[in-house]
């Protein structure tokens, strides 16, 4: 079998499995990682190799600079307290407990290794959950915690994850002379970020065609990746702080039609990465049993599910834990900053916790000799795949039983920033006189006078006309479609009246079906 037949087959399957998720409202990652195992024992399978120093950047810089762009700084600094208690605390906390199971079941790992083994089965990819939690409306403080972990945690657990592989290395560990190198990477990190992010903005200003401004992403990622990991300050911190600052930097400068098309590549390359990675440790998966004895399988299990116990009961202990301490400071010394969560928002948060690309690329980084190399990538996989099953398919029936609401503050801010912003277009024409001009303004005032009917002042999601528009679209996209047919117009021509109407369409507001 070719090597891109079998990419083009493996995409196929994982567009359909994609479909079946969407419509059980179950976490999407899951799925690929009950398709991962099933690869790995098809015969004649290819099983195309990594180099561990690339994996982290190919899987990991990509689907954090999206994260961080889709984040809001705001709602990070407002959460900031239980956000650093996951990415801390949960995180230092569940790769100790870790690294102790897997000693204590494997007496001849090395503690390193052991730490290695924690740090990469200790951060939660948030994205496994948020993909069911898009299909229900929970309360956004939480979503923000959630979101807020997966950009941080991973940073916290690559620096575990670094300096445990140099201790591994090395056969020793000394604070002294690991603090400084620490210090640098975080505050290297968090600096760089920012700075190149100017750069980067006030230099795309003049890119202007869209598949040259895709590219020019692209490779600023990765080479954003690589530089820092050359010269030893966080990767994941300066991908994380530049997403967030390009943010906030670029609506002002770049073009509505080259954020559509550079959204739209994102979101595909994002999937593609997602399923590369799934498939690539599921292929690690078939050798490594293949050269176990029944009862290194056996004891294999044992550890994976040693492993996979601990990362979910430590996880609970330590958000409800955290919880009970945030409501006594808070009955006993008064508020720092927003109320703490409820018992249920806890457990919510706490069993959102499933793992996923983050710990496949870091298992997949693992260098060719390290110790006991085939358990921990094996106990890794487990992990995900336990998690993403059980925890990914009851995390919908939780909810549920939870009944959690939302006030809904993000659709409330939506609304009246949509009032402001309609009431800043129909002023701008106050000086047309055209027939033009007043059809818009009477469009703009309907809008608006629904808005101030509205208790909270929401405008509506769609103008009036919306509708209609899309009608109408729909009618003249017939027609030239039957002049083509009818070879009374050719195809050029159809393709420039084709994107014309498609850039009329999308003028409207999206229907709420379509909407993202």
Known sequence: MLIFEWIAGV????????????????????????????????????????????????????????????????DLKRNWMPIAGLVVGAVGVTTVAVALVARWLVPDLPLAAGIVLGAIVAPPDAVAALSVLAHLRLPHRLVTILKGESLFN??????????????????????????????????????????????????????????????????????LWL??????????????????????????????????????????????????????IGLQIGPILEGLSPEERRHTAVVAAAVFAT????????????????????????????????????TTVAWCGMRGVVTIALALALPGDFPHRDLVVLTAFCVVLGTLVIQGLTLRPLLAWFSLGDDDPVGIEIGRARAAAYRAARDSLADETSPHAEALRREFDAALSEAEDHDEGLAPESLPADRLRRRAVEAARAVILSLRERDEIGDDAYLRLEEELDWTELSATPREEVAP
């Open 11 to 74: 995409l196929v399957v994982a567009v359909l499995l994609a479909g079946v998720a969407r419509r059980l409202g179950a976490p999407f990652p899951a799925f690929l990682a009950i398709g991962g195992v099933v690869l790995a024992f098809v015969p004649q399978v290819p099983r195309p190799g990594l180099d561990p120093d690339l994996a982290l950047a190919l899987f990991l810089a990509p689907v954090l600079l999206d994260a961080a762009y889709d984040t809001s700084l705001r």
């Open 154 to 223: 991973d940073a916290s657990s690559l620096l575990i994850y670094r300096l445990a592989l140099g201790a591994v290395a090395t056969g020793s560990f000394s604070v002294a002379e690991v603090a400084p190198t620490f210090l640098i990477g975080v505050v290297g990190g968090l600096v760089a970020g920012p700075v190149l992010a100017m750069l980067y903005v006030r230099l795309m200003r003049r890119v202007t065609d869209p598949p040259s401004l895709v590219v020019l992403q692209f490779v600023a990622t990765f080479g």
């Open 227 to 280: 530089a820092a990991e050359r010269v030893e300050v966080s990767g994941v911190l300066t991908v994380v702080s530049f997403g967030l600052t390009v943010s906030r930097l670029s609506p002002q400068t770049m073009p509505a039609h080259l954020r559509v098309t550079s959204n739209t590549v994102w979101e595909t390359a994002v999937f593609v990465l997602n399923v590369l990675a799934f498939v690539l």
């Open 311 to 346: 990362t979910v009961v430590v996880r609970l202990a330590w958000v409800l834990g955290a919880r009970a301490v945030a409501r006594l400071w808070h009955r006993l010394f008064g508020p720092v900053g927003p109320a703490p969560i409820g018992l249920r928002s806890g």
